[in-house]
């Protein structure tokens, strides 16, 4: 009887963990889309916060007070993107970037960029680029 | 030349492993003592191997032989000798050939510390074990991972250097080498584990022999972490110095498992319990290395499907399963004298105050490793790209890390077997007035976020408990005629004082994680700007060369006092700067400038980020004061009871302070 119990209040401490980790992992998981495969999922994706990956469009870059827009392409599909923020200093046409933001209708409205292969992006994906890990 | 002598010390290594191995278990399993004291020459011949293949490294390195690979693609004749030296560890085959030098020096240590117990087969299995580890990595390093491998074609006039990151600080130096230091020392406790089940003597003997060397790992370990934290502060310019990443988390893992070990092998020795969870224990220290090295060293965090190009991953995610398989295979197959004597005599007792702290140890190592490894288990299955962001590790560790603190301010108060509240009235009165002082002064101050009133009075909870005996402890010591410091020496002692760096150090990180302010300011040339509270002013700019690199650096006063000069620094062979900070430290605030981006024009503006963090060099006071209180506990202290005293004999009931007081 005792050890019945025992297993009870065992097995339902597991589950409550379980539930609290899972809910943990689920919201602070961040997606990395390519542009083309955030536009088969457009749907899917909804508004939720992902990390878009593609080129600056050349010639797409305009600036507005507070902010740019321009368009990121890759393997033949583009997004328009709304940016808030100062861009970095090394932002310009033709560079592969990675924004964090969420699609607002068929725009994606984001608020940071990461030029791939700066300091700034190594900062934030020390693993993806830092030969301290894969030289 | 050197890549020949190079490539044959890797050679002359695997074979000695291999043959010292051979003649060892032979000698073991037939019971011949020649067999056995004949491979005890081996083992010296895989330490003379490790460092000649290590000197080796290191004479190409500093005489700037292009004509092999490794130096052509990581050394160059513009870099200072400091990080010459240190470029044998920035790449995957260097710091493979430094964890075999740091094997073969624990081997010879041990080799010469239990000179006396060379003919015990609990020893002589844990020297094959060893050896077993040896033969492997020097296998990576004749294979997927030499480091000596020539130069195909035209021998190079020179080489771009190491990473500009890893030769941007002095203390890539230091830190690889110590936390490696750290890392494969617990290949020690291991092994003897190891043995012990092979052997058949379970019992606390194994335990007591491997006490010094896992509080060596520890500490090393210990240190190692934090310098990689203050590494990266240094240099990585974001200002802040842990974010959860993988290369952090692998080392951060066997620390955690480490520091549950050294804590629940004490009821070990006292009761005889947790036999089976000890020993699992050593072995996910050791076999989470391993893993830490293959998710670190073997690309699979670029890419689940990048991980097989270098067969360094399949042979480390190999290695791994293997100690897995054997030691749950041992562990079965001595299952019936792992079964402990001693039990549980009431909830509340030292015994089971240390259950809890496993079982929270034990707990934080799951979280951090389930979100380690998570996005690779995603892609795998999914074939989806992911990250787990900062929120998840921060979300899940800190309850777990608030309840640490929580214990480690009442496990020492407790007696074992059985308190009385009386007795625990006696000992948490002075913690608990600590603790109410603190959250009374913080709520004072306006301070109002519950977790960090938390973290604060928790802390201070945690901190009083183990001055307070270190306190007893040293009076005592005085009472009895001995030196201050002799209070303080021993186990127990140094136990508390790495509390108190514990304490030190959780109280930088939740301050540094609570109150930072950060922000990216355009300034004219003498303009100031208010972060927090100090006032930072732009002064200007000038370009300065070093041998090694050219750095733009701003000048900038903080607080109308001295000017420091973040910078941006360009590498010949890098295509891109790399910022370099600039960090004022305080007791109270650190204030961290970067270099966001340059002027343009000659007296234009600049971008200067500015970091201010409150109590960072907590962290590194809190690492040293670890340091020095593993320091303390591998000095013996007093004893009031043998070691080897029976395990589970009944102790008086009325207890005296435990440990602190030296009869």
């Known amino acids: ?134 030289p | 030349m050197t890549a020949i002598v190079g490539h044959s010390a890797a050679l002359l290594g695997f074979l000695a492993s291999t043959g010292g191995l051979l003649f060892l278990v032979v000698g073991l399993v037939r019971k011949r003592s020649d067999l056995i004291r004949a491979s005890w020459t081996w083992v010296w011949g895989v330490v003379g191997a490790a460092v000649l ?94 480091p000596f491998h020539t130069v195909h074609g035209a021998i190079p006039t020179d080489g771009p250097g190491p990473n500009p990151l890893l030769q941007n600080h002095p203390l890539m130096a230091f830190h690889p080498p110590i936390l490696y230091a750290g890392y494969v020392g617990f290949t020690v406790p291991f092994a003897f584990a190891i043995a012990s089940l092979i052997t058949g003597r379970v019992d606390e003997a194994w335990v007591l022999a491997m006490r010094r060397w896992t509080l060596v790992a520890f500490g090393l370990l210990s240190v190692g972490i934090v310098l990689g934290a203050w590494w990266s502060y240094e240099v990585l310019g974001w200002g802040g110095f842990w974010a959860w990443d993988p290369v952090e988390n692998a080392s951060f893992l066997p620390w955690l498992t480490a520091t549950a070990y050294l804590h629940s092998v004490l009821v070990q020795e006292r009761r005889g319990m947790l036999r089976v969870w000890n020993l699992s224990l050593v072995t996910a220290t050791f076999a989470l290395t391993i893993l830490g090295t293959f998710l670190t060293r073997s690309g699979v965090l670029d890419s689940v499907h990048s991980f097989t190009e270098s067969g360094i991953g399949p042979m480390l995610l190999g290695f791994f399963a293997v100690i897995v398989v054997v030691v749950c295979g041992l562990l079965a197959w001595r299952g019936d004298a792992l079964r402990s004597p001693g039990t549980i005599d009431s909830p509340v007792s030292r015994e089971s105050a240390f259950l809890v702290n496993n079982l929270l140890f034990a707990a934080f190592a799951f979280v951090v490793l389930l979100g380690t490894v998570f996005p690779l288990i995603a892609e795998a299955l999914n074939n989806s790209r992911l990250t787990i962001g900062r929120p998840y590790f921060d979300r899940m560790t800190g309850p777990i890390g608030l309840a640490l603190l929580f214990m480690m301010a009442v496990a020492p108060a407790l007696p074992w077997r059985k308190a009385s509240t009386g007795v625990l009235r006696d000992r948490l009165l002075v913690p608990a007035w600590a603790a109410g002082i603190t959250l009374v002064v913080l709520v004072a101050f306006g301070m109002r976020s519950v977790a960090a009133l938390l973290a604060f009075s928790l802390g201070a909870f945690a901190g009083a408990a183990a001055l307070r005996q270190l306190v007893l402890a040293a009076r005592a010591s005085r009472r009895a005629g001995d030196p201050l410091w002799r209070g303080v020496a021993g186990r127990a002692n140094g136990g508390m004082v790495v509390h108190l760096g514990v304490v030190v150090l959780a109280m930088g990180f939740a301050a540094s994680m609570s109150f930072v302010q950060r922000d990216e300011i355009r300034m004219h040339p003498g303009q100031t700007a208010k972060v927090g509270r100090h006032h930072v002013t732009y002064v200007g700019v000038d370009t300065k060369k070093y041998p090694n690199h050219t750095a733009v650096r701003a000048a900038v006063r903080i607080d109308n006092d001295r000017i420091f000069r973040p910078a941006l620094s360009t590498f010949p062979f890098a295509t891109q700067a790399i910022g370099t900070p600039s960090v004022r430290g305080g007791v109270f605030d650190d204030v961290y400038l970067t270099l966001v981006s340059p002027p343009t024009t000659r007296g234009g503006t600049a971008v200067i980020g500015v970091v201010v963090t409150p109590l960072v060099n907590w962290l590194w006071a809190g690492g040293a004061i670890i340091a020095i209180g593993t320091g303390l506990a591998l000095v013996p202290g007093k004893r009031r009871r043998r070691p080897t005293a029976p395990a589970s004999e009944p102790f008086a009931t009325d207890v005296p302070e435990p440990e602190a007081v030296p009869v």
């Open chain 1, 1 to 134: 009887m005792k050890r019945g119990r025992a297993s009870l209040i065992l097995g339902v401490a597991v589950l409550l963990a379980g539930g609290l980790l899972w809910k943990g992992l689920t919201n602070a998981t961040v997606y990395f889309k390519t542009v083309d495969e955030a536009v088969a999922q457009r749907s899917t994706l909804g508004d939720r916060r992902f990390r878009l990956e593609g080129i600056v469009a050349p010639g797409s870059v305009h600036e507005r007070g507070g902010g740019v827009d321009f368009v990121v392409e890759q393997n033949n599909a583009s997004v328009n993107v709304h940016h808030v923020g100062d861009p970095p200093e090394l932002f310009r046409a033709s560079v592969p970037v990675v924004l964090e933001g969420h699609f607002q209708g068929r725009t994606y409205e984001s608020d940071r960029i990461l030029v791939k292969h700066t300091a700034e992006y190594r900062k934030a994906n020390p693993t993806r680029v830092t030969d301290y890990v894969k």
């Open chain 2, 53 to 146: 293949g290590f000197g080796a490294m290191e004479v190409a390195l500093v005489r700037h032989d292009f004509s092999m690979q490794y130096v052509a693609d990581n050394g160059s004749r513009s870099t200072p000798l400091l990080y010459t030296v240190a470029s044998a560890w920035s790449a995957l085959e260097g710091s493979i050939l430094l964890w075999v030098l740091v094997l073969s020096i624990y081997l010879a240590a041990l080799s010469l510390r239990h000179r006396a117990q060379r003919h015990d087969p609990v020893f002589g299995w844990a020297l094959a074990v060893m050896l077993v580890v040896a033969g492997f990595f020097f296998l990576l390093l004749l294979g997927p991972a030499n």
